[in-house]
Protein backbone atom coordinates (compact mmCIF):
# COMPACT_ATOMS: atom_id res chain seq x y z
CA UNK A 1 0.00 0.00 0.00
CA UNK A 2 3.22 2.65 0.35
CA UNK A 3 3.09 2.90 -3.38
CA UNK A 4 -0.22 4.10 -3.64
CA UNK A 5 0.10 7.38 -2.14
CA UNK A 6 3.42 7.64 -4.85
CA UNK A 7 1.54 6.60 -7.79
CA UNK A 8 -1.66 8.65 -7.14
CA UNK A 9 -0.18 11.49 -5.64
CA UNK A 10 -0.98 12.94 -2.09
CA UNK A 11 -3.00 15.51 -0.28
CA UNK A 12 -1.34 18.58 0.54
CA UNK A 13 -4.29 19.72 2.07
CA UNK A 14 -6.25 17.04 3.79
CA UNK A 15 -9.25 19.00 4.01
CA UNK A 16 -9.00 20.27 0.52
CA UNK A 17 -10.46 17.84 -2.08
CA UNK A 18 -9.06 19.57 -5.31
CA UNK A 19 -5.34 19.59 -3.68
CA UNK A 20 -4.46 15.74 -4.85
CA UNK A 21 -0.98 16.15 -6.70
CA UNK A 22 -1.21 13.82 -9.50
CA UNK A 23 2.46 11.72 -9.83
CA UNK A 24 5.04 12.70 -12.80
CA UNK A 25 7.50 10.47 -13.47
CA UNK A 26 9.35 13.29 -15.29
CA UNK A 27 9.16 15.90 -12.61
CA UNK A 28 12.40 17.72 -12.39
CA UNK A 29 13.89 15.95 -15.13
CA UNK A 30 16.25 17.17 -16.38
CA UNK A 31 16.30 19.86 -13.18
CA UNK A 32 16.89 19.49 -9.83
CA UNK A 33 13.78 16.88 -8.82
CA UNK A 34 13.38 18.67 -5.14
CA UNK A 35 11.66 21.52 -6.80
CA UNK A 36 8.41 21.61 -8.53
CA UNK A 37 7.89 23.05 -11.92
CA UNK A 38 5.80 25.88 -10.18
CA UNK A 39 8.75 26.32 -7.90
CA UNK A 40 10.90 26.43 -10.30
CA UNK A 41 9.41 28.78 -12.97
CA UNK A 42 8.35 31.73 -9.94
CA UNK A 43 11.82 31.83 -8.69
CA UNK A 44 13.46 31.50 -11.90
CA UNK A 45 11.89 33.30 -14.60
CA UNK A 46 14.08 31.47 -17.21
CA UNK A 47 12.74 28.18 -16.96
CA UNK A 48 9.34 29.77 -17.90
CA UNK A 49 10.51 31.86 -20.29
CA UNK A 50 12.48 29.36 -22.12
CA UNK A 51 10.13 26.24 -21.96
CA UNK A 52 6.73 27.49 -21.48
CA UNK A 53 5.56 27.55 -24.94
CA UNK A 54 7.79 25.40 -26.60
CA UNK A 55 4.80 22.68 -26.64
CA UNK A 56 2.57 25.21 -28.47
CA UNK A 57 0.87 22.65 -30.26
CA UNK A 58 -0.43 23.32 -34.33
CA UNK A 59 -1.70 21.90 -36.06
CA UNK A 60 -1.35 21.46 -40.28
CA UNK A 61 -3.68 20.07 -42.76
CA UNK A 62 -3.23 20.02 -46.52
CA UNK A 63 -6.53 20.98 -48.60
CA UNK A 64 -6.88 20.72 -52.07
CA UNK A 65 -6.35 24.66 -52.32
CA UNK A 66 -4.48 25.50 -49.14
CA UNK A 67 -2.40 24.62 -46.47
CA UNK A 68 -3.70 25.76 -43.39
CA UNK A 69 -2.33 26.01 -39.60
CA UNK A 70 -4.76 25.91 -37.11
CA UNK A 71 -2.97 27.24 -33.09
CA UNK A 72 -4.45 27.56 -29.75
CA UNK A 73 -3.46 30.84 -28.14
CA UNK A 74 -6.17 31.44 -25.57
CA UNK A 75 -5.50 34.70 -23.62
CA UNK A 76 -3.13 36.29 -26.32
CA UNK A 77 -4.56 39.08 -28.36
CA UNK A 78 -4.01 39.30 -31.68
CA UNK A 79 -1.62 42.38 -31.39
CA UNK A 80 1.36 39.73 -29.75
CA UNK A 81 1.46 37.12 -32.47
CA UNK A 82 3.74 37.30 -35.41
CA UNK A 83 3.22 35.56 -38.92
CA UNK A 84 6.68 35.89 -40.73
CA UNK A 85 7.39 34.24 -44.20
CA UNK A 86 11.21 33.50 -44.28
CA UNK A 87 13.15 32.89 -47.07
CA UNK A 88 13.06 29.38 -48.24
CA UNK A 89 9.47 28.84 -47.99
CA UNK A 90 9.69 29.14 -44.45
CA UNK A 91 6.82 30.18 -42.28
CA UNK A 92 7.37 31.22 -38.63
CA UNK A 93 4.68 31.53 -36.24
CA UNK A 94 5.70 33.10 -32.51
CA UNK A 95 4.56 35.55 -29.83
CA UNK A 96 4.59 35.85 -26.16
CA UNK A 97 1.99 35.55 -23.19
CA UNK A 98 2.45 37.63 -20.67
CA UNK A 99 3.38 36.33 -17.18
CA UNK A 100 0.24 37.52 -14.94
CA UNK A 101 1.50 40.14 -12.08
CA UNK A 102 1.88 38.72 -8.73
CA UNK A 103 1.01 40.74 -5.67
CA UNK A 104 2.80 40.99 -2.69
CA UNK A 105 0.41 39.17 -0.41
CA UNK A 106 -0.68 36.55 -3.23
CA UNK A 107 0.15 32.84 -2.11
CA UNK A 108 0.00 30.70 -4.87
CA UNK A 109 -1.95 27.11 -4.54
CA UNK A 110 -0.68 26.15 -8.25
CA UNK A 111 0.54 27.35 -10.89
CA UNK A 112 -0.71 25.41 -14.33
CA UNK A 113 -0.98 28.10 -16.44
CA UNK A 114 1.81 29.12 -18.80
CA UNK A 115 3.69 32.48 -19.57
CA UNK A 116 6.60 33.31 -22.22
CA UNK A 117 8.01 33.19 -25.30
CA UNK A 118 6.74 30.68 -28.42
CA UNK A 119 8.62 29.88 -32.10
CA UNK A 120 6.99 27.41 -34.42
CA UNK A 121 8.54 27.38 -37.92
CA UNK A 122 7.51 25.03 -41.17
CA UNK A 123 9.01 24.32 -44.00
CA UNK A 124 6.42 24.96 -46.79
CA UNK A 125 6.38 22.34 -49.75
CA UNK A 126 7.28 23.76 -53.24
CA UNK A 127 3.23 24.39 -54.39
CA UNK A 128 2.92 26.78 -51.32
CA UNK A 129 2.09 30.52 -52.47
CA UNK A 130 4.19 32.36 -50.33
CA UNK A 131 3.01 35.80 -51.21
CA UNK A 132 -0.61 35.24 -50.42
CA UNK A 133 -0.39 34.03 -46.63
CA UNK A 134 -3.22 35.29 -44.48
CA UNK A 135 -3.77 34.51 -40.91
CA UNK A 136 -7.06 35.40 -38.99
CA UNK A 137 -7.26 35.48 -35.10
CA UNK A 138 -10.76 34.35 -33.66
CA UNK A 139 -11.55 33.31 -30.01
CA UNK A 140 -7.99 32.24 -29.43
CA UNK A 141 -7.14 30.21 -32.16
CA UNK A 142 -4.69 31.77 -34.72
CA UNK A 143 -5.52 30.39 -38.40
CA UNK A 144 -3.07 30.58 -41.29
CA UNK A 145 -3.70 30.02 -44.95
CA UNK A 146 -1.44 29.44 -46.90
CA UNK A 147 -2.55 29.01 -50.40
CA UNK A 148 -0.98 26.27 -53.10
CA UNK A 149 -0.28 26.42 -56.23
CA UNK A 150 -2.46 24.51 -59.14
CA UNK A 151 -0.96 21.60 -60.50
CA UNK A 152 -1.87 21.06 -63.99
CA UNK A 153 -1.96 18.01 -65.41
CA UNK A 154 -0.12 17.38 -68.23
CA UNK A 155 -2.11 17.41 -71.27
CA UNK A 156 -2.42 13.73 -73.04
CA UNK A 157 -2.73 14.05 -77.02
CA UNK A 158 -4.17 10.85 -78.98
CA UNK A 159 -1.85 10.15 -81.65
CA UNK A 160 -3.65 8.22 -84.30
CA UNK A 161 -1.92 5.30 -85.54
CA UNK A 162 -1.57 4.54 -89.58
CA UNK A 163 -0.38 1.04 -90.57
Known amino acids: MALIPQIFGQRSNVFDPFSLDVWDPFQ ?13 SRASGDLSETSAF ?8 ETPEAHVFKADLP ?10 VEEGR ?10 EQEEKNDRWHRVER ?9 RLPENAKMDQVKATMED ?24
Not at 114 to 122: A, T, Y
Open 75 to 84: GIKKEEVKVE
Open 114 to 122: SSGKFLRRF
Open 54 to 61: ANTRIDWK
Open 90 to 99: VLQISGERSK
Open 28 to 40: GWPFDSSRSLADR
Open 140 to 163: GVLTVTVPKEEVKKPEVKAIEVSG
